[in-house]
T-cell receptor, first 117, second 114 residues
Framework: DTGVSQNPRHKITKRGQNVTFRCDPI?????LYWYRQTLGQGPEFLTY????????KSRLLSDRFSAERPKGSFSTLEIQRTEQGDSAMYLC???????????????FGPGTRLTVT | AQSVTQPDIHITVSEGASLELRCNYS??????LFWYVQSPGQGLQLLLK??????LVQGIKGFEAEFKRSQSSFNLRKPSVHWSDAAEYFC????????????FGSGTRLSIRP
């Protein structure tokens, strides 16, 4: 178990370009989450998957954002036509889902820091 | 709507001193509460969680937190801090019945004075 991994760790792009981030969850974790964290703030929920199914999307996830988890393992988050306001840390988390406690417990990756110039 | 408030943006304590980080939440039902720590370049690490039962929760790295329903608080404590505790600390509340969706506070940055 190597934990949740995210690639790339840093991405600098010009406004208007498309970017894609990848998240590899802990093996056998069937839930995967995406969060966005801006400077001086806590993470904000974006979306989450149960296996391949995207179960919830935040209003923060505009039409320019799309997330996929095609085989229920790794996930990608794509941002089209990036804007300077998209500059943030994008965090991924995974979990086993609701366990015996009836509650979820998420494990976070190191994040991908996006800078849009 | 659910929310979390961490009133202290930045706290500095001396190494070996005790620590208390404040957290207040707003939630209509029984809250599911978390404390996470984030070090530079690292992901969020779960320190402890409260789902039900004993209101004093023990976590990793010598941290504990106490759930006080009457005060809507979930303050984090440590009796003696170490230089390695310098980091950003986030309080969070589960926003649905299974705590799948988490709402975070804005964080408290902890600095340690040698």
């Amino acid at each position: 178990d190597t934990g949740v991994s995210q690639n790339p760790r840093h991405k600098i792009t010009k406004r208007g370009q498309n970017v894609t981030f990848r998240c590899d969850p802990i093996s056998e974790h069937n839930r995967l989450y995406w969060y966005r964290q801006t400077l001086g703030q806590g993470p904000e929920f974006l979306t989450y998957f149960q296996n391949e199914a995207q179960l919830e999307k935040s209003r923060l996830l505009s039409d320019r954002f799309s997330a996929e988890r095609p085989k229920g393992s790794f996930s990608t988050l794509e941002i089209q036509r990036t804007e300077q306001g998209d500059s943030a840390m994008y965090l991924c988390a995974s979990s086993l889902g609701v366990g015996r406690s009836g509650r979820d417990e998420q494990y976070f990756g190191p994040g991908t820091r996006l800078t849009v110039t | 709507a659910q929310s979390v408030t961490q009133p202290d943006i930045h706290i500095t304590v001396s190494e070996g001193a005790s620590l208390e980080l404040r957290c207040n939440y707003s939630y209509g039902a029984t809250p599911y509460l978390f404390w996470y720590v984030q070090s530079p370049g690292q992901g969020l690490q779960l320190l402890l969680k409260y789902f039900s039962g004993d209101t004093l929760v023990q976590g990793i790295k010598g941290f504990e937190a106490e759930f006080k329903r009457s005060q809507s608080s979930f303050n984090l404590r440590k009796p003696s801090v170490h230089w390695s505790d310098a980091a950003e600390y986030f309080c969070a509340v589960g926003a649905d019945s299974s705590a799948s969706k988490i709402i975070f506070g804005s964080g408290t940055r902890l600095s340690i004075r040698p």
